[in-house]
């Protein structure tokens, strides 16, 4: 792409490794001023670890940033505000008990270039005007007295963006700022950085939704497993191709899809609902069966609802309303809704579920492999009433340990210790010992090499021909198409489809992620 | 400010794994070296042999029958306040509130040994005024244990908080049962039938507690190590998330382990009480529930652990009291070489969890760009 203007911001061969992990390699970007460019991307494919070097968190390992054109150097966020890059983040760190005008004016200690004598007055009115000015310029809607507590998700959002102009940023940086904003308060924002980019204020979006890509940018630059691939023009471009350029077209994985044998229902999910605390919709109206002897894939982009529908099955999401229900050999039905864990486990539901989370809430990262096993187990009655029955867990950790192939000192390791493939084979390893009847994942195979995913594939099947009913969260789409019977496509908390996994076309699949039902597919 | 923007000149990186042999090197090298510190601190500043003091030291501790017996019935009765803080030390529940436990221990069997020595036999009287200890240590911590299960309320403030009511209280009552009348003290509690007094075993005062010390540490090591309790509330302890996964009633947990932690609390107020003081006062905690505290932490919540790093801490007590009549020295002193040998103790875990590298060769990184 040629263009004779100088970029307001160009990186040229960032690469940044984190241990072993590549998280960029030689990526190049150039965005010019009065533009929005879309940094689309698969998770883990490097797009926040890229804006964190040009923001100052990260400093690149190689590589060189320019800004209008004059190599810098960027090693704190200072640096980054000093060449008028702002980052709003997915995660807002603003403090709850101060008003929107005291986060925004908090660290800032200079005033039109001038550094403010250390005891000057906090001048909180001159403040409010500026933010009042810069609200009426972009057609934000903040109320400087407002305290952050009192804040929707979408008012602290616009506390974050006016904070970075107030700091007097021209290049704004967003980490998915739609993710946790419903579709009018997706609209408004849009409308804002149109203002914005109008202004001549250079914005890059992080996004992994293809029609907010279509929707507000001007260019899009598409990263994958941190290898920049392509930087397009939107106008010039169609979901299908950058889908295609997302996702890559890699060597066939050739994962084993057995038939299916004896299909029976075994849990039923009825107009499940659930919301989160703040009564954000995550799930609604989630209606689907899962069969024994048949993995049931679930695909989705990220964050719309495939955590909660897992949680919510396995006990630990609070449910709005809905029913779970476990369908017994003998075709009776147990609703799970509203039982914990524990109180499943006690129905006599043998429900194994790997969480997305696997140092966080499958395991205990602090804890060697052996107590880890015991985490399932340990309930279970011991030669003494009360106390542990230490020996077996000690048994099932040095087999998984064998047959997994877990790289490991000795099943006394922490397993923090270990790599995330053999962390995972920990964690698999010890749900299918629990002899499951329903097999839940997410992200199964997340971070780990080739090796480790197919031994994760072929210990699915092997449940799935035990007649075990699987539910597989996956987010590559090459891999849900492959092991899957069915598959289940959430977009925004909605079952926007399900479909047959033998037959199914990978871009039917991405065009119902994005939107219910499929809209136009063709 | 350093302008010159090249690398550090030292690096410290998180140690992965240590040798228990390692390990112990650097906690024995700390306590030499601080022993080195404190024998130039105190020749500068008194002019002694610095090994006459540390003589003197161990003399006051170890010396006599006495003073070991003296020795013995302290550390049992900080072991007791440090094993019951470790349950909810390990589950990450910040309980600073072990001191108002043990006078809530306290309170409860003065209680009973002032109001009840006539109406009950002796044997009655000591198991009722145990039972009320249990529970009144229980229920001091009960309540913080429950805002925090219910309404995750902060531990830390709420336990501490707790320590200065039950202070108030003993003070309130302390008026009450005053014995003379203005004097403002409680003084011996039935000085002369010995009611409610616990007996000595085999003839010495103190075997009791100790005895009672060792039995509860050598419990809650196994409750901690091999019982079911005990591994549910280290995974509280680890990840919420995790308990909650696998089905670990989290709020329940954390109430049953702060039970657990004033049960011993209080048979430690009842052991003051009725065992070795025979009286109340609103200092008879001593401090031990702050002293716990770091007992605890030294000993990584391991109760056999808690044996050293306690009979440490009394053994700087005593010995610092003993040199500073020894030598007619300021009370002070005493405390000062205890300062600084714990200074280098907590320092040491910090090489044992860091390791640090000087610089050597010049590191090609953010400079060369």
């Known amino acids: 792409m040629q263009d004779s203007r100088t970029p307001a911001v160009s990186m040229r061969n960032i690469t940044k490794t984190f241990g072993t992990v590549v998280a960029n390699n030689k990526v190049n970007l150039d965005i010019y001023r009065g533009e929005i460019l879309s940094l689309l991307g698969e998770n883990g494919s490097g797009k926040t670890t890229l804006m964190n070097m040009l923001s100052g968190i990260y400093y690149p390992d190689e590589g060189q940033i320019y800004i209008d054109g004059k190599p810098v150097q960027i090693a704190s966020p200072k640096d980054a505000y000093d060449y008028g890059i702002g980052m709003i983040h997915q995660h807002f760190k603003l403090v709850n008990v101060f008003t929107a005008a005291q986060n925004i004016i908090l660290g800032i200690d200079e005033e039109n270039g001038k550094k403010l004598p250390r005891w000057s007055r906090l001048d909180l009115e001159s403040a409010s005007k500026k933010i009042r000015e810069i609200c009426d310029a972009y057609g934000f809607d903040v109320d400087p007295n407002q305290k952050v507590y009192d804040m929707s998700v979408s008012q602290k959002q616009t506390v974050e963006i006016v904070k970075v102009l107030y700091k007097g940023a021209d290049i704004l940086i967003l980490d998915e700022p739609t993710a946790v904003l419903t579709p009018q308060e997706t609209e408004k924002l849009f409308k804002v950085l149109r203002n914005m980019r109008a202004d001549g204020k250079t914005v890059i979006i992080i996004t992994h939704k293809l029609h907010e890509v279509e929707e507000i940018s001007d260019k899009v630059a598409i990263l994958r497993k941190g290898e920049f691939i392509g930087q397009l023009i939107t106008k010039e471009t169609n979901a299908q191709e950058m889908t295609n350029m997302m996702v890559g077209h890699e060597v066939k994985l050739n994962i084993d899809r057995p038939e299916p044998k004896n299909v029976k229902p075994k849990l039923e999910i009825k107009n499940l609902t659930v919301k989160t605390e703040d009564g954000i919709t995550k799930l609604d109206n989630v209606s689907f069966t899962a069969n024994t002897g048949e993995v049931l894939g679930i695909a989705g982009i990220s964050g719309c609802g495939q955590k909660e529908l897992l949680e919510a099955i396995a006990g630990l999401q609070p449910i709005d309303h809905g029913e779970i229900l476990f369908i017994e050999d003998d075709g009776s039905k147990t609703n799970l809704v509203g039982m914990d864990a524990l109180e499943i486990d006690k129905k006599g539901v043998s429900l194994a579920f790997v969480p997305e989370d696997r140092l966080g809430m499958g395991l205990v990262a602090n804890m060697n492999l052996a107590d880890n096993m015991m985490l399932r187990s340990f309930r279970r009655k011991g030669s003494i009433a009360g106390f542990t029955d230490r020996k077996t867990p000690r048994e099932l950790a040095e087999k998984v340990v064998e047959e997994l192939e877990v790289v490991t000192p000795g099943i006394d390791t922490p397993v923090r210790r270990l790599s995330g493939g053999n962390v995972q084979k920990v964690l698999v390893g010890r749900e299918i010992a629990m002899n499951p009847t329903v097999l839940m994942s997410a992200y199964a195979v997340r971070g780990l090499d080739i090796n480790a995913s197919y031994t994760i594939y072929d210990l699915i099947n092997k449940q799935k021909e035990r007649g075990v009913a699987v539910i597989f969260v996956g987010e590559d789409l090459d891999v849900l198409l492959e092991l899957s019977d069915r598959i289940l496509v959430l977009c925004g908390g909605k079952v926007s489809g399900i479909v047959d996994g033998r037959t199914a076309d990978k871009n039917e699949v991405g065009l119902l992620m994005t939107q219910v039902g499929g809209g136009a597919i063709g | ?369």
């Open chain 2, 1 to 369: 400010m350093d302008k010159q923007k090249k690398e550090p000149l030292i690096h410290i990186t998180k140690r992965k794994e240590i040798s228990k042999k390692h390990e112990w090197a650097i906690r024995l090298g700390s306590i030499l070296i601080a022993l080195v510190v404190c024998a130039i601190i105190t020749t500068i500043t008194t002019h002694l042999n610095p090994i006459s003091v540390y003589a003197t030291m161990i003399d006051g501790s170890f010396g006599s029958e006495r003073k070991i017996w003296a020795l013995l019935k302290e550390l049992s009765i900080l072991l007791m306040v440090s094993v019951a803080l470790a349950p909810a030390f390990k589950m990450k529940f910040w309980n600073l509130g072990g001191g108002g436990q043990v006078m809530a221990g306290v309170l409860a069997t003065a209680t009973c040994m002032i109001t009840l020595d006539e109406k009950l036999s002796n044997g009655m009287l000591i198991f009722v005024s145990l039972i009320a200890a249990l529970i009144a240590g229980a229920l001091w911590a009960f309540i913080p244990a429950f805002c925090k299960a219910k309404w995750n309320t902060n531990e830390t403030l709420f336990t501490l908080m707790m320590n200065y009511v039950a202070t108030q209280i003993v003070a309130y009552y302390i008026i009450i049962w005053e014995t003379p009348k203005g004097s403002g003290k409680i003084g011996i509690i039935n000085p002369n039938t010995n009611a409610g007094w616990l007996p000595t075993v085999a003839g010495k005062q103190y075997l009791l507690p100790v005895l009672i010390s060792i039995a509860v540490t050598i419990f809650m090591y196994i409750y901690l190590r091999y019982s079911k309790q005990g591994y549910e509330l280290s995974v509280v302890g680890e990840s919420q998330n995790t308990a909650k996964y696998v089905g670990i009633n989290v709020g329940k947990v954390i109430i049953r382990t702060l039970i657990l932690c004033g049960l011993i609390c209080g048979l430690t107020g009842w052991l003051l009480v009725a065992g070795t003081d025979h009286t109340m006062t609103t200092t008879l905690e001593a401090g031990r529930g702050f002293l716990g505290v770091m007992v605890a932490w030294l000993a990584h919540f391991n109760p056999l652990g808690m044996v050293l790093s306690g009979l440490l801490m009394v053994f700087m007590s005593r010995g610092g009291g003993e040199i500073s009549t020894a030598f007619g020295l300021n009370k002070s002193f005493g405390d000062i070489l205890t300062g600084v040998i714990l200074f280098f103790v907590i320092g040491s875990e910090f090489f044992i969890n860091y390791q640090v590298h000087f610089r050597k060769s010049h590191r090609k990184e953010a400079a060369d760009v």
